[in-house]
Nanobody, 119 residues
């Protein structure tokens, strides 16, 4: 069955770094654009960044430009989010999303990983 399993979250001090990973299985990974979303406490889910099937970054939130980088490894069916210069406002649950580029109905979510930025 389809699975998206995020890992790499945790507690980090402001200015620190984390690298999130999302391992995909159960579908043809290279047919999907991959995204990271986040949801802060009491707020809605927002798009952080999207990477195309070929690895081109096609979307990134203004709030993370210059600090976060999304990438993917199609050989390992994994998407990454490198987060540098973390701020308290980056705190939230980070979700991996897979969107088939030909079929809009084929959209999958991971269970999320908690990122907490605090001193």
């Amino acid at each position: 069955q389809v699975q998206l399993v995020e890992s790499g979250g945790g507690l980090v001090q402001p200015g620190g770094s984390l690298r999130l990973s999302c391992a995909a299985s159960g579908f043809t990974f290279s047919d999907y654009a991959m995204s990271w979303y986040r949801q802060a406490p009491g707020k809605g889910r927002e798009l952080v960044a999207t990477v195309s099937r070929s690895g081109i970054i096609i979307n990134r939130a203004d709030s993370v430009k210059g600090r976060f980088t999304i990438s993917r490894d199609n050989a390992k069916n994994t998407v990454f989010l490198q987060m540098n210069s973390l701020k308290p406002e980056d705190t939230g649950v980070y979700y991996c999303n897979a969107q088939n580029t030909a079929w809009a109905s084929l959209n999958y979510w991971g269970q999320g990983t908690q990122v907490t930025v605090s001193s």
